[in-house]
């Protein structure tokens, strides 16, 4: 027997999957994931192009993730406003050394 999740776990990868990245993205950017999306899907019509949607399911995915986390919005917000000193520099203590 394996225990399961009774309930949400937060955000569940679920690949490139276009109806999936839909819905793991914030309403706000809904909108225009459908629009590039609708985009890519034109261009693909022509063969020499088809790689635009792949990419383009790639770098929403990792948006859609990005979203998911907590502190996104103020992080973007910090950034836009050049708040630099709410960044900190992280670096493993691995690394220690060697950047």
């Known amino acids: 027997m394996s225990a399961q999740p009774v309930g949400p776990v937060g955000f569940r990868d679920s690949g490139e999957d276009p109806?999936?990245?839909?819905?793991?993205?914030?309403p706000s950017h809904r909108a225009h994931f459908r629009?590039?999306?609708d985009e890519a899907l034109e261009a693909a019509h022509d063969l020499a192009r088809f790689k635009q949607v792949q990419t383009l399911l790639r770098q929403w995915r990792l948006r859609a993730?990005?979203?998911?986390?907590p502190g996104d919005e103020e992080a973007v917000q910090d950034a836009l406003q050049?708040?630099?000193?709410m960044f900190t520099r992280h670096t493993p203590p691995e690394?220690?050394?060697r950047v």
């Open 19 to 26: 109806a999936a990245i839909f819905e793991a993205l914030p």
């Open 35 to 37: 629009a590039e999306y």
């Open 65 to 69: 993730i990005a979203y998911a986390r």
């Open 82 to 85: 050049e708040r630099a000193a």
């Open 95 to 97: 690394w220690e050394g």
